[in-house]
Protein backbone atom coordinates (compact mmCIF):
# COMPACT_ATOMS: atom_id res chain seq x y z
CA UNK A 1 0.00 0.00 0.00
CA UNK A 2 2.81 2.69 0.92
CA UNK A 3 4.59 1.42 -2.36
CA UNK A 4 1.62 2.67 -4.44
CA UNK A 5 1.13 5.82 -2.77
CA UNK A 6 4.60 6.36 -3.02
CA UNK A 7 4.36 5.90 -6.89
CA UNK A 8 1.33 8.30 -6.97
CA UNK A 9 2.91 11.05 -5.17
CA UNK A 10 6.05 10.53 -7.90
CA UNK A 11 4.28 10.48 -10.91
CA UNK A 12 2.27 13.92 -9.50
CA UNK A 13 5.43 15.52 -8.64
CA UNK A 14 6.67 14.85 -12.29
CA UNK A 15 3.80 16.01 -13.61
CA UNK A 16 3.95 19.09 -11.67
CA UNK A 17 7.75 20.04 -12.41
CA UNK A 18 7.35 19.28 -16.38
CA UNK A 19 4.45 21.56 -16.54
CA UNK A 20 6.13 24.09 -14.74
CA UNK A 21 9.28 24.12 -17.12
CA UNK A 22 6.66 23.99 -20.29
CA UNK A 23 5.03 27.41 -18.92
CA UNK A 24 8.35 29.00 -18.87
CA UNK A 25 9.24 31.32 -22.03
CA UNK A 26 12.12 30.27 -24.86
CA UNK A 27 14.94 32.79 -24.55
CA UNK A 28 17.64 33.58 -27.56
CA UNK A 29 20.78 32.16 -27.04
CA UNK A 30 22.02 35.20 -28.47
CA UNK A 31 19.95 38.09 -26.87
CA UNK A 32 18.58 36.44 -23.79
CA UNK A 33 15.05 37.98 -24.81
CA UNK A 34 12.10 35.86 -24.75
CA UNK A 35 10.82 34.31 -28.17
CA UNK A 36 6.69 35.69 -28.97
CA UNK A 37 6.83 37.71 -26.17
CA UNK A 38 5.75 41.74 -28.03
CA UNK A 39 7.08 43.29 -24.28
CA UNK A 40 10.35 42.24 -25.50
CA UNK A 41 10.58 42.37 -29.57
CA UNK A 42 7.58 40.34 -29.98
CA UNK A 43 10.27 37.66 -32.02
CA UNK A 44 8.30 35.02 -33.55
CA UNK A 45 9.55 31.08 -33.09
CA UNK A 46 7.34 28.08 -34.52
CA UNK A 47 9.04 24.99 -33.32
CA UNK A 48 5.84 22.42 -33.30
CA UNK A 49 5.54 22.51 -36.73
CA UNK A 50 5.04 19.06 -38.93
CA UNK A 51 4.57 18.04 -42.11
CA UNK A 52 1.19 17.88 -43.81
CA UNK A 53 0.64 14.34 -45.69
CA UNK A 54 -0.57 15.64 -49.45
CA UNK A 55 -4.53 14.09 -49.44
CA UNK A 56 -4.22 10.58 -51.15
CA UNK A 57 -0.35 10.25 -50.28
CA UNK A 58 1.82 8.16 -47.79
CA UNK A 59 5.20 9.06 -46.61
CA UNK A 60 8.22 6.80 -48.12
CA UNK A 61 11.39 7.72 -45.60
CA UNK A 62 14.47 8.65 -47.84
CA UNK A 63 17.75 6.60 -47.55
CA UNK A 64 21.03 5.34 -49.19
CA UNK A 65 21.52 1.82 -50.92
CA UNK A 66 23.82 0.18 -53.58
CA UNK A 67 23.14 0.43 -56.86
CA UNK A 68 24.57 -2.29 -58.86
CA UNK A 69 25.95 -5.38 -58.73
CA UNK A 70 26.58 -6.57 -55.03
CA UNK A 71 27.69 -10.06 -56.15
CA UNK A 72 30.74 -11.60 -57.41
CA UNK A 73 31.37 -10.86 -61.06
CA UNK A 74 32.72 -14.13 -62.55
CA UNK A 75 32.41 -12.82 -66.07
CA UNK A 76 34.44 -9.50 -64.98
CA UNK A 77 32.19 -7.33 -67.23
CA UNK A 78 32.23 -4.57 -64.61
CA UNK A 79 29.09 -3.35 -66.45
CA UNK A 80 27.52 -2.57 -63.28
CA UNK A 81 29.66 -1.21 -60.85
CA UNK A 82 27.79 -0.92 -57.39
CA UNK A 83 27.56 3.17 -56.09
CA UNK A 84 25.92 4.04 -52.98
CA UNK A 85 22.73 6.17 -53.76
CA UNK A 86 21.60 8.81 -51.86
CA UNK A 87 17.26 9.16 -52.17
CA UNK A 88 15.61 12.26 -50.23
CA UNK A 89 12.13 11.44 -48.47
CA UNK A 90 9.00 12.02 -50.62
CA UNK A 91 5.15 11.60 -50.41
CA UNK A 92 3.65 9.34 -53.17
CA UNK A 93 0.37 8.20 -54.27
CA UNK A 94 -1.16 5.28 -52.37
CA UNK A 95 -2.58 3.56 -55.36
CA UNK A 96 -2.34 4.05 -59.03
CA UNK A 97 -4.37 6.69 -60.74
CA UNK A 98 -7.49 5.50 -61.54
CA UNK A 99 -10.47 5.92 -64.15
CA UNK A 100 -12.30 8.18 -61.94
CA UNK A 101 -9.32 10.46 -61.04
CA UNK A 102 -8.84 10.64 -64.56
CA UNK A 103 -12.29 11.61 -65.78
CA UNK A 104 -11.90 14.59 -62.96
CA UNK A 105 -9.07 15.19 -65.19
CA UNK A 106 -11.14 15.27 -68.15
CA UNK A 107 -13.87 17.03 -66.58
CA UNK A 108 -11.94 20.07 -66.14
CA UNK A 109 -10.04 20.34 -69.27
CA UNK A 110 -13.93 20.43 -70.79
CA UNK A 111 -14.76 22.96 -68.33
CA UNK A 112 -12.02 25.03 -69.12
CA UNK A 113 -11.14 24.78 -72.35
CA UNK A 114 -14.64 24.41 -73.66
CA UNK A 115 -13.19 26.06 -77.23
CA UNK A 116 -10.70 23.89 -77.92
CA UNK A 117 -12.29 20.20 -78.11
CA UNK A 118 -8.47 19.33 -79.71
CA UNK A 119 -6.64 20.28 -76.35
CA UNK A 120 -9.43 17.44 -74.45
CA UNK A 121 -9.37 14.89 -77.19
CA UNK A 122 -5.65 14.84 -76.54
CA UNK A 123 -5.39 14.26 -72.79
CA UNK A 124 -8.30 11.09 -73.44
CA UNK A 125 -6.86 7.87 -72.93
CA UNK A 126 -6.34 5.67 -75.65
CA UNK A 127 -8.41 2.47 -75.17
CA UNK A 128 -7.51 0.75 -78.38
CA UNK A 129 -4.60 -0.41 -76.02
CA UNK A 130 -6.54 -3.23 -75.34
CA UNK A 131 -6.92 -4.90 -78.67
CA UNK A 132 -4.74 -7.89 -78.99
CA UNK A 133 -4.78 -10.32 -82.07
CA UNK A 134 -5.59 -13.25 -80.55
CA UNK A 135 -8.19 -12.06 -77.80
CA UNK A 136 -11.52 -10.33 -77.89
CA UNK A 137 -11.49 -7.20 -75.68
CA UNK A 138 -13.98 -5.05 -77.41
CA UNK A 139 -16.05 -4.68 -74.37
CA UNK A 140 -12.90 -3.58 -72.63
CA UNK A 141 -12.09 -1.10 -75.98
CA UNK A 142 -15.96 0.33 -74.65
CA UNK A 143 -16.08 0.67 -71.19
CA UNK A 144 -13.24 0.25 -69.36
CA UNK A 145 -12.66 4.09 -68.89
CA UNK A 146 -16.20 5.29 -68.91
CA UNK A 147 -17.93 2.64 -67.11
CA UNK A 148 -18.82 2.84 -63.22
CA UNK A 149 -17.90 -0.53 -62.60
CA UNK A 150 -14.54 0.11 -63.69
CA UNK A 151 -13.98 3.82 -61.45
CA UNK A 152 -11.39 2.52 -59.42
CA UNK A 153 -9.10 0.65 -61.65
CA UNK A 154 -5.77 2.13 -63.12
CA UNK A 155 -6.36 3.70 -66.08
CA UNK A 156 -4.63 2.72 -68.82
CA UNK A 157 -3.82 4.03 -72.85
CA UNK A 158 -1.87 7.08 -71.66
CA UNK A 159 1.36 8.29 -72.52
CA UNK A 160 4.26 9.71 -70.70
CA UNK A 161 3.67 13.60 -71.76
CA UNK A 162 0.09 12.53 -70.91
CA UNK A 163 1.06 11.53 -67.55
CA UNK A 164 3.64 14.20 -67.15
CA UNK A 165 0.80 17.00 -67.85
CA UNK A 166 -2.13 15.18 -65.66
CA UNK A 167 0.69 15.33 -62.41
CA UNK A 168 1.24 19.18 -63.43
CA UNK A 169 -2.57 19.48 -63.52
CA UNK A 170 -2.87 17.60 -60.27
CA UNK A 171 -0.26 19.96 -58.61
CA UNK A 172 -1.61 23.34 -59.34
CA UNK A 173 -5.20 22.16 -58.62
CA UNK A 174 -4.05 21.02 -55.47
CA UNK A 175 -2.02 24.48 -54.36
CA UNK A 176 -4.86 26.36 -56.21
CA UNK A 177 -7.25 25.03 -53.64
CA UNK A 178 -5.24 25.76 -50.83
CA UNK A 179 -3.99 29.08 -51.25
CA UNK A 180 -8.02 29.61 -52.27
CA UNK A 181 -9.07 28.17 -48.54
CA UNK A 182 -6.02 29.99 -47.35
CA UNK A 183 -7.65 33.35 -48.38
CA UNK A 184 -4.93 34.38 -50.83
CA UNK A 185 -6.26 33.87 -54.37
CA UNK A 186 -10.27 33.37 -55.29
CA UNK A 187 -10.75 31.00 -58.06
CA UNK A 188 -11.77 31.87 -61.78
CA UNK A 189 -14.90 32.25 -63.12
CA UNK A 190 -16.06 28.99 -64.93
CA UNK A 191 -18.86 30.04 -66.90
CA UNK A 192 -16.79 32.99 -67.83
CA UNK A 193 -14.35 30.31 -69.53
CA UNK A 194 -16.72 28.91 -71.35
CA UNK A 195 -17.04 31.79 -73.59
CA UNK A 196 -13.15 32.62 -74.13
CA UNK A 197 -12.09 31.91 -77.38
CA UNK A 198 -8.62 32.85 -76.68
CA UNK A 199 -6.89 29.65 -75.06
CA UNK A 200 -3.45 31.55 -74.44
CA UNK A 201 -5.36 33.94 -72.60
CA UNK A 202 -6.83 31.24 -70.22
CA UNK A 203 -3.58 29.23 -70.19
CA UNK A 204 -1.64 31.91 -68.81
CA UNK A 205 -4.21 34.44 -67.02
CA UNK A 206 -7.22 32.85 -65.89
CA UNK A 207 -6.23 29.34 -64.61
CA UNK A 208 -3.94 29.13 -61.40
CA UNK A 209 -0.45 28.08 -62.46
CA UNK A 210 2.29 26.83 -60.02
CA UNK A 211 5.30 27.79 -61.85
CA UNK A 212 4.53 31.25 -62.18
CA UNK A 213 3.03 31.92 -58.68
CA UNK A 214 6.30 31.12 -57.66
CA UNK A 215 8.60 33.00 -59.89
CA UNK A 216 6.27 36.09 -59.45
CA UNK A 217 4.92 37.29 -56.09
CA UNK A 218 2.57 40.03 -57.66
CA UNK A 219 1.36 37.10 -60.22
CA UNK A 220 -2.44 37.46 -60.54
CA UNK A 221 -4.20 34.07 -61.84
CA UNK A 222 -7.72 36.32 -61.49
CA UNK A 223 -8.85 39.69 -60.08
CA UNK A 224 -9.46 39.99 -56.61
CA UNK A 225 -6.73 38.87 -55.41
CA UNK A 226 -6.56 39.17 -51.96
CA UNK A 227 -2.60 40.07 -50.24
CA UNK A 228 -0.38 37.51 -50.40
CA UNK A 229 0.72 35.80 -46.99
CA UNK A 230 4.26 36.28 -46.04
CA UNK A 231 4.62 32.30 -46.20
CA UNK A 232 3.00 29.92 -47.45
CA UNK A 233 3.71 25.91 -48.46
CA UNK A 234 3.47 24.76 -52.02
CA UNK A 235 4.02 21.21 -53.55
CA UNK A 236 5.79 20.38 -57.09
CA UNK A 237 4.85 17.61 -58.48
CA UNK A 238 7.25 15.20 -59.97
CA UNK A 239 5.93 12.53 -62.29
CA UNK A 240 6.88 8.96 -61.01
CA UNK A 241 5.77 6.05 -63.00
CA UNK A 242 6.39 2.41 -63.95
CA UNK A 243 5.71 0.45 -66.70
CA UNK A 244 3.18 -3.32 -66.33
CA UNK A 245 2.18 -5.09 -69.32
CA UNK A 246 2.47 -2.51 -71.73
CA UNK A 247 0.19 -0.20 -69.63
CA UNK A 248 1.89 2.89 -67.53
CA UNK A 249 1.08 2.67 -64.55
CA UNK A 250 0.62 6.47 -62.81
CA UNK A 251 1.41 7.32 -59.45
CA UNK A 252 2.64 11.07 -58.32
CA UNK A 253 5.07 12.41 -56.20
CA UNK A 254 5.07 15.23 -54.41
CA UNK A 255 8.33 17.45 -52.87
CA UNK A 256 7.43 20.99 -50.22
CA UNK A 257 8.74 24.02 -51.31
CA UNK A 258 8.39 27.07 -49.09
CA UNK A 259 7.94 30.36 -50.39
Known amino acids: MNKSVFKILFILISVILLSSCGGSKQKSNTTGWNYNDEKQGGFQVVDNYQQETPIGMVFVEGGTFTM?????????????????VTVSSF????YEVSNLDWQEYIHWMKLVFASAP??????????TVWREGLAYNEPYV?????????????????????????????GDRVNEIRLNEAGIINLPDYQSLKSNPDITDIAENQVFNTDKYQQSPAYEPAQGKKPMKTMSAVHRTIICSTCKRNFLVIRCRYETTVL
Open 68 to 84: GRVEEDILYDWNNVPRR
Open 91 to 94: YMDQ
Open 118 to 127: ELVAKALPDT
Open 142 to 170: QYYFSHVAYHKYPVVGVSWEQAMDYCIWR
